[in-house]
C-alpha cells in the first residue's frame, strides 16, 4: 500500500502492518499472511515468544507465501541463538526475498533467558554485541569478537545477502533506545507506546552523528469496529493487564499514568495508546502516530477474529488514510 505521507501527514516514508497473534495456531499463517496482503497492508510482524513458535521459520513461511509485503520478526531474543547462526538464517531469507525482510532482536523476557540457561551477566552489553556482530558479518565482513556473551574467531558468511536487512533493537528504556540509534538500523516498540512515547524516544534514539534512525517501528493494539463502546470495552483489559505488569515504567510516565497501580482513566489510555472504533476514528489515530514520527505502525488486533480485523482494516480504515472512497 505505502501510504502516501501525504495522506497521513507523516516523514517521507510511513507503512501500515498487522502482527500475526502470538498464540495462533502455527497452521493458520500461510491464511493471515495472505489475508494481510490481500488487504492490502505493507507488512506482516511476528512474535517469538518461549515457547510459542519459532520466529525465522513464520517467517520464511510468510515470505514464501506472499509477494509484496515486509514480514518482520519482533523479536529475536539476542542470546538465544550464536550470533553466527542468526546471521546465516537472516542472510539466507534476505537473499530469498531481498528488501522484504526486517529483523528486531532484544533481551528476551528474563525468567524465559533463565529458563533455558540463557540469561547474561551483563544484558545491554550483550544486546550490543549480538547486534553489532551480526550486522557486520551481514555486511559481509570478517568478524573476529572475543566480548563477554559473543565469541567469534575469523567467521565469514559465504552468502552475504545483496539487499541487507534492517536490525533493529526491541526496547523501552532509554539505554536501550540509545544503543539502537548508535549500532541498529533503529527501534521496535511494544503496545503501550503512545504517540508522546515515540517523539521521546525517536528523541532518545537520536545519535549527534548519525542522525534520526531509519527504522522507528510501532506496534499498537487495535479494534476496528462501528461501536467505539464495544471496541473499547474489548481493549480495557489489555490496558489493564499492561499496567499490572509493571514492566514499561517510562512508557506509563508518557501515557501520563503517575502510579500504574493506582485509579487511571481507562477511557483516556484506550484512545491514547490504541487504534479502535470506526474507520475515521482508526485513520485519525493512525496519523497521530505517523506525525510523532513512526516510520511503520503495526497494528495488534484484539479479539478472537484478527483476520477479520485485518481486512476491515482493508476496506474500511485504508480508504480514510488514502483520502478515498471504497
Given amino acids: 500500500m505505502n501510504i502516501d505521507p501525504n495522506d497521513v501527514q507523516a516523514g517521507p516514508e510511513f507503512s501500515l502492518g498487522a502482527v500475526f497473534p502470538a498464540r495462533a495456531r502455527p497452521e493458520s499463517l500461510p491464511s493471515y499472511a495472505r489475508t494481510v496482503e490481500a488487504a492490502g497492508l505493507d507488512e506482516l510482524w511476528l512474535v517469538e515468544d518461549c515457547f510459542l513458535s519459532g520466529g525465522l521459520t513464520m517467517a520464511a513461511t510468510a515470505l514464501a507465501l506472499t509477494e509484496r509485503i515486509r514480514v518482520g520478526i519482533g523479536l529475536l531474543p539476542a542470546v538465544m541463538r550464536n550470533p553466527a547462526l542468526a546471521a546465516m ?27 533455558i540457561g540463557a540469561a547474561p551477566k551483563r544484558r545491554m552489553t550483550a544486546l550490543e554485541e549480538v547486534v553489532t556482530t551480526i550486522r557486520e558479518l551481514l555486511r559481509g565482513a570478517t568478524v573476529t569478537f572475543d566480548g563477554s ?66 527504522e522507528r517501528v510501532v506496534y499498537a493494539w487495535a479494534g476496528i469496529d462501528d461501536d467505539a463502546e464495544a471496541a473499547r470495552a474489548e481493549l480495557e483489559p489489555k490496558i489493564s493487564h499492561w499496567l499490572e505488569s509493571g514492566l514499561y515504567p517510562e512508557a506509563y510516565r508518557r501515557a501520563g499514568v503517575e502510579d500504574p497501580e493506582g485509579p487511571v482513566d481507562l477511557v483516556r489510555l484506550v484512545g491514547e495508546l490504541s487504534v479502535h472504533g470506526e474507520a475515521a476514528s482508526c485513520a485519525a489515530a493512525v496519523r497521530r502516530f505517523a506525525a510523532a514520527g513512526a516510520t511503520s505502525l503495526v497494528l495488534v488486533p484484539v479479539g478472537d477474529d484478527a483476520a477479520g480485523q485485518v481486512e476491515r482494516l482493508g476496506t474500511a480504515v485504508l480508504p480514510e488514510l488514502r483520502g478515498t472512497v471504497v
Fill in 149 to 214: 556473551s559473543v565469541h567469534l574467531d575469523g567467521v565469514v558468511l559465504e552468502n552475504p545477502p545483496e539487499v541487507v536487512p534492517p536490525i533493529v533493537i526491541g526496547t523501552t528504556g532509554p539505554r536501550g533506545l540509545k544503543l539502537a540509534g548508535e549500532c541498529a538500523d533503529g527501534f521496535l516498540l511494544p503496545e503501550g507506546c503512545g504517540p508522546g512515547f515515540v517523539e521521546w524516544a525517536t528523541d532518545a534514539a537520536t545519535d549527534p552523528g548519525l542522525g534520526v534512525p531509519a
Fill in 89 to 115: 538464517e537472516i542472510a539466507t531469507l534476505a537473499r530469498l526475498h531481498p528488501g522484504r525482510f526486517t529483523v528486531a532482536i532484544g533481551h528476551g523476557v528474563p525468567s524465559w533467558m533463565a529458563q
